[in-house]
């Protein structure tokens, strides 16, 4: 079940308990001893293979918390040298991403396996169909020699019993470009010149190894020191909690954020934006356009699809244009953003206008932590109410829906939409853009993460019930046009 | 006969521990026992307030049983005995 596994209930159990120590008397002490609390003396050790060693992948996922990458550490570095270090620095930017290598162990490297299945037959298609001479077979079944065996699959497709199989890396799986892979000790390493920032490692480790590095402490230090934060959440945020956006806002206030802003606010500028380079584009008789709201995308285009950057709209995102609104009203203000996903980690990170990223799992640890139950809180309104269309930007479809209600009669618009990044999409927008025609129609939204950012990787809710509870809110919601 | 109620908790700490992830058994439930249980949205439960005690959520309430890392497999498996029993 997608981010609902048990590796990820514990990434939220340990921001629960990080978030009660930053607001108990001594954040250090009773950091240093959230893995001991988890896994008491004599406690049941369900996971790994002793206490030690899960308490020592607590206190790894915990640094990464904390906003440290754990690659690299010195096992001598104490739990509370990185929280002190947490409290006392300004920034936190570095590559979001970090993987917990004792976690990461678990998994075997990817290779190819002789199962039980091995009748230890007399065709012998493996040995014969292997050119690089890595099987044999002894005592009665076939074998292979892990340094001569290239991975290729060949005796996978040979062997008339299905007997052998391919195991697969889940992580290197879920990339959609070759980003992550196991080193030779079994660690996954992610190159992060290739890596999109797509977070989909993020939710395909079933040992949850792949750990965001959380601005958590960055935010809570500010908001305890009576600076003025002001939250920013995504739409898709919106499906994320319960009740109603105007309790969220109410249950964010309370959290200690000064004020709470819709990036659909901002959405609805993109859209006018985009409608209008739209018009503009098809006047020119350019074949197609795509949407450029999604920060996983928008990485994608730079980093490994340069030639569909002249179809790339060149609108801001809704992030961006909410940013403007936000620091024009309160100019010393500390902004925040609420995520559904990792990759808009890089999109702050560029710019000037946001300072932290939280994303949907770090704004629930807040509330629970502080106890704050958002079903009982009072509505609290928005200065001013964004659209329906706005609101709808998380979902697949969304944003070329708004777009389209935005343009003229007469301009044909065909929109269409890739819905989710992987091997096959990238394909297809790499034919798009060497034919100068996409055959599908004008208009192409591109969402990274399949079901559009209610799917991101961040997320907490079950996408259907997102969706129900967005829907809900579009149908009190007015019309952008 | 009374019928056996089903209470999938959905305030704040169970909904972000994941209790989204158990809507499947509004559906299943009534399937499986018709009007025999009733199975409905709850605010708080009271389960989680107490330290530590949010890691033991989603929490789902049978009657006055309380399933604690609830999911669909456990929740249904409480439900059958119950019903057993009746
Ligand atoms: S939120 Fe479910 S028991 Fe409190």
């Not at chain 1, 939710?203 to 500010?222: H, M, R």
Request: a neutral charge.
């Amino acid at each position: 079940m997608k981010n609902n596994s048990q590796s990820i209930f514990i990434k939220k159990d340990i921001l629960i308990r990080l978030v009660e120590a930053f607001f108990s008397d001594d954040f250090i002490k009773n950091t240093a001893s959230i893995p001991f609390k988890m896994r008491p003396k004599d406690a049941e050790v369900p996971y790994r293979c002793c206490i030690y060693k899960e308490r020592e992948i607590i206190k790894d996922r915990i640094i990464a918390d904390l906003g440290f990458a754990v690659e690299d550490l010195n096992e001598s570095e104490k739990l509370e040298d990185f929280a002190l270090l947490a409290l006392n620095r300004e920034k936190n930017i570095d590559n979001p991403l970090t993987v917990i290598e004792a976690a990461c162990k678990g998994c075997v490297p990817s290779r190819v396996y002789v199962t039980d299945l091995c009748q230890g037959c007399v065709a012998r298609a493996c040995e014969k169909t292997c050119k690089f001479g890595a099987i044999t077979i002894e005592g009665g079944r076939s074998y292979i020699d892990g340094s001569k065996c290239k991975n290729c699959g060949m005796c996978i497709q040979a062997c008339p019993y299905n007997a052998i199989v391919r195991l697969i890396v889940p992580c290197e799986q879920a990339c959609p470009i070759g980003a992550i892979s196991k080193d030779e000790n079994g660690t996954a390493v992610i190159d992060f010149e290739k890596c999109i920032f797509c977070g989909k490692c993020v939710a395909a480790c079933p040992f949850g190894a792949v750990n965001e590095k959380s601005q958590i402490i960055d935010v809570l230090k500010n908001i305890k020191n009576g600076k003025k934060v002001i939250a920013m959440f995504a739409p898709a945020i919106a499906g994320q909690f319960p009740g109603s956006i105007y309790q969220l806002k109410a249950a964010m206030i309370k959290a200690g954020f000064y004020d709470v802003f819709e990036v659909a606010l901002g959405a609805d500028i993109t859209s006018k934006n985009e409608a209008l380079e739209f018009e503009e584009r098809m006047k020119n008789n350019k074949p197609f356009m795509t949407t450029s709201c999604c920060a996983g995308y928008n990485s994608l285009v730079k980093k490994h699809l340069p030639e569909i950057k002249e179809f790339v709209s060149e609108t801001k995102t809704p992030l961006f244009y909410t940013a403007e609104i936000v620091k024009e009203k309160y100019p010393d203000s500390i902004t925040v953003f609420i995520s559904p996903c990792v990759a808009k980690r890089i999109e702050v990170a560029e710019n000037d206008n946001i300072d932290f990223v939280l994303n949907a799992d770090e704004l629930g640890a807040i509330f629970i932590g502080r106890k704050i139950e958002i079903l009982s809180m009072e509505d609290s309104s928005f200065e001013k109410e964004s659209s329906k269309q706005g609101r709808n930007y998380g979902v697949t479809g969304g944003v070329v829906q708004a777009v389209s209600c935005l343009l003229p009669d007469n301009l044909n618009v065909k929109p269409c939409m890739i819905d989710g990044i992987n091997k096959d999409n990238i394909k297809k927008l790499k034919k798009y853009a060497q034919d100068k025609n996409c055959p599908e129609g004008n208009l192409i939204e591109v969402m990274c993460c399949e079901d559009g950012c209610i799917g991101g990787n961040s997320t907490i809710s079950n996408p259907q019930t997102a969706k129900r509870l967005i829907n809900k809110l579009l149908s009190e919601s007015k019309d952008l046009k | 006969m009374e019928s056996i109620e089903v209470k999938i908790c959905s305030g704040t700490t169970c909904f972000v521990m994941g209790s989204t992830y158990l809507n499947e058994l509004y559906e299943i439930i009534p399937q499986l026992y018709g009007d025999k249980v009733t199975v409905k949205p709850s605010l708080c439960l009271g389960q989680c307030s107490s330290s530590d005690k949010h890691s033991k959520a989603p929490y789902v309430k049978i009657d006055d049983e309380y399933v604690s890392q609830a999911t669909i497999e456990k929740v249904l498996d409480v439900l059958k005995k119950k019903v057993e029993q009746v």
